[in-house]
């Protein structure tokens, strides 16, 4: 069994003074109005995913590569590849800002959060104008040159609040971002202790209209008493709606081992 503790600490939760409302947070109550208010307010958190590893190592060292043309101001091959004129940001905060657990911070007046977001890189252009760039890494078959998929909104949105919190802090953000995709090719004959990877970038031009909105929406949530509906696809309330049908039925018990209680 994993480290996983289903309740935090009070300060932790809505209210409390470790509280944040992350880029993420702002995603779960997107997808599911229910698991955002047992998180925040209530403090009983989902279940975490698996980590990759893999997409971590890919990400550390596309952010090392990054670094190299940073300190020598120079335009990445992949920029140069597309036409964009444009070289790694230095920032002294930079290091923050691409920090889990820190990142990107405003506290918005409207309704007194701090909203955080962990940017994976920020470039800028010869007019002074910051492109938020996000990695991503995968392995499927054929180029990457769309983001069409419906899990494709979260990416999207997800680059609309780091241009979001970037304008916020008084900075000049372009419209425009880009998805950097690292795509693992699975065609050659044999692994030999080698993945070749073919780099794309993936532009998306952010709307961040929505997010005023919602932060008012989530404010609302988590002062109200009573509790929100669950979000029509989420995979959590829908596990435990079936598990409380076999309970009823009888096909589980009160002694279910504890792997397969919520």
Sequence with gaps: MSNYKATRGAAWNYGGQQWKLSRSKIELYLNCPLCFYLDNKLGTKQ???YPFTLNVAVDFLLKKEMDIHRVQGTRPEIAEGYGIAAVPFQHADLDIWRANFK????THPETGFCITGAVDDVWVKPNGDLLVVDYKATSKAGKIERLDEPWHRGYKRQMEI?????????FPVAEE???LYAN?????PAFNARLDFELTLIAHRGEDGW???VLT???ACLESPLRPEAGKTCDVCTYAVQRQVLLDCGILSSSTPEALRL
């Design 211 to 213: 997010i005023d909105d």
């Design 162 to 170: 780091y241009q979001w919190l970037l304008r916020r802090k008084g």
């Design 184 to 188: 693992a090719d699975k065609s050659r």
């Design 177 to 179: 971002g880009y998805f």
């Design 47 to 49: 279940p975490p995913g």
């Design 103 to 106: 990142g990107l911070a405003y």
């Design 217 to 219: 929406a989530i404010k």
